[in-house]
């Protein structure tokens, strides 16, 4: 399974980005997907995560602001990020757990909000 993220890049405090992570490669069932992030000097994090019903669940840090969503015929997760801050920039992840209970990650895409 690879995993394609896009949708990166620089914007301005108080701007909307929209992350979209494609999975690819041979048949498999896929029971979770998420969005992580790493932040300079820190730890990965939880963004969001969505199983394959739609359940989501957020960091307390995003909620309200940030919408993940996925197109399950495409294997595609999205992430909406609306009124983004400093405290946002980060390398964001994919990830995707198998219906196998296997976790594939993303090469991560820099998402940069200045001030």
């Known amino acids: 399974v690879e995993l394609v993220e896009s949708g990166g890049g620089l914007v301005q405090a108080g701007g909307s980005l929209r992350l979209s992570c494609a999975a690819h490669?041979?048949?498999?069932?896929?029971?979770?997907m998420g969005w992580y992030r790493r932040a300079p000097a820190s730890t990965r994090e939880l963004v969001a995560t969505?199983?394959?019903?739609?359940?989501?669940n957020y960091a307390d840090s995003v909620k309200g602001r940030f919408t993940i969503s996925r197109d399950n015929a495409r294997n595609t997760l999205y992430l909406q990020m609306n009124n983004l801050t400093p405290d946002d920039t980060a390398v964001y992840y994919c990830?995707?757990?198998?219906?196998?209970?296997?976790?594939?990650w993303g090469p991560g895409t820099q998402v940069t909000v200045s001030s």
């Open positions: 990830k995707l757990v198998s219906t196998r209970g296997l976790s594939y």
């Open positions: 969505v199983d394959r019903g739609g359940s989501s």
């Open positions: 490669g041979s048949a498999f069932g896929v029971r979770t």
